[in-house]
């Protein structure tokens, strides 16, 4: 089965002087994803907090870039979530180059991986940032 | 007629302590708009300063907050260009709040306006930064 | 007497694939600006939540950009406050270039002016968002 | 021997709706102090890429976050550079919360772990992206 997907199209504010995206933006094109992967299994973050008190944290992730994404470019941001015992889960993300405007015409219709990441999350109690079992709100 | 419109969903990277959208994130939801406009007009511009050698820079602009975004919430960048001169042009921009999800329910299917703003943008060499007549690429 | 005043150095995160500051990222400048102008007062804003109930928010602002900061630049930034009523206030601000290392020889010593901007905030009571005498916090 | 310390301020700009700095922020953080690292053995960064044609690049990342910043927080960021083949170096990095204004008292003059990063650059020609010989640069 394929993993969930997202479209980000890059703007100037995602990029530096160097003319590719800051190395720090790859996390936001990260979290759009993980939060619609969310939002498409009918969980509002907001919502979330606001009924439940609990909201999600990043405990860590590691990331590989492999190529730079560049101004226009429409990306694909791909979320896979496994479990990690009652309150955490780790989620697995990359993130692609669509071809099409700008891109290299022999590489018509191939995805390019650009970036690689793992992400552990917490659920937690928005009050006393304890840890609360994950299952409830996503399995 | 109306004017171009562009859908933007808040996320946690938008927003700030305060609970609401930053100040300073507006103006990127501003240029998304704009970046969008010309390309329904198809002008992508990498490819315009690869192609043509000259960019939009943006001269000055004014701003209204009239009410906050907040997380999670689906907004709607209006974009409205009026011709100042040969170089130069004057966006007309308005963001509002879509109704929908975590919205008052008693304002279903009523847009809020949220943010007014002028942006004078002029068209440049992109070596030089010589102002270039604009009416080749937006008219 | 002179303005407050606030060093910035440009790094990478603030430009874009222009190869110049962004042009939003120069509204973060600003409000570093004036929160260390507040600070220079002995008012820290978590503080000031925390013990008085009230924040500062931005209800409009004009800005003219009038020449670009690039990666490395050292910049200054201005901070002059007058009372406008009795619940908000206007800051003029400054954006200057620092001679020094990249910097043009012939201007060695001497300031570029690159941003004008106008900013008025209101103090208003963190719950209800309504306003609150700014008086008491700013004169 | 110590390693390098450079010290950031928390803006409103790097906190997020959740009250503390976003997760992306902190690689902002990262990025600074080993910019100014840099500078301290005398090297900017766009003089090199003009007089040099080089330009560093993360090529990966990992981090873990075990306490969150908050706005107005002292933050100071440590770069601890070791050199991996001919043209990468490591870069250890931890970012700590200072003691001071709005602190546990219990913990005055005690610093706070916060953040652990390890960050994988490349030396590369700037325009052809390949990898140059770091150590002319660094060592």
Not at 10 to 24: F, L, N
Not at 45 to 73: C, H, N
Not at 128 to 136: K, M, T
């Amino acid at each position: 089965m394929s993993a969930f997907e997202w479209p980000i199209r890059v703007y100037w504010e995602d990029t530096d002087a160097g003319g590719v995206v800051y190395y720090a933006n790859y996390l936001r094109f990260l979290e759009r994803s993980r939060t619609e992967w969310l939002r498409s299994r009918g969980i509002a973050q907001r919502e979330l907090a606001a009924t439940r008190g609990v909201q999600f944290m990043v405990l860590g992730l590691s990331i590989d870039y492999k190529a730079a994404a560049r101004l226009d470019d429409a990306l694909v941001v791909t979320c896979d979530m496994q479990p990690e015992g009652r309150t955490t889960a780790m989620f697995d993300q990359k993130i692609w180059r669509e071809s099409g405007e700008g891109s290299d015409p022999l590489k018509k219709g191939v995805r390019e991986l650009l970036v690689e990441a793992r992400v552990r999350v917490v659920c937690v109690d928005e009050k006393s940032l304890r840890p609360r079992r994950i299952g409830e709100y996503l399995s």
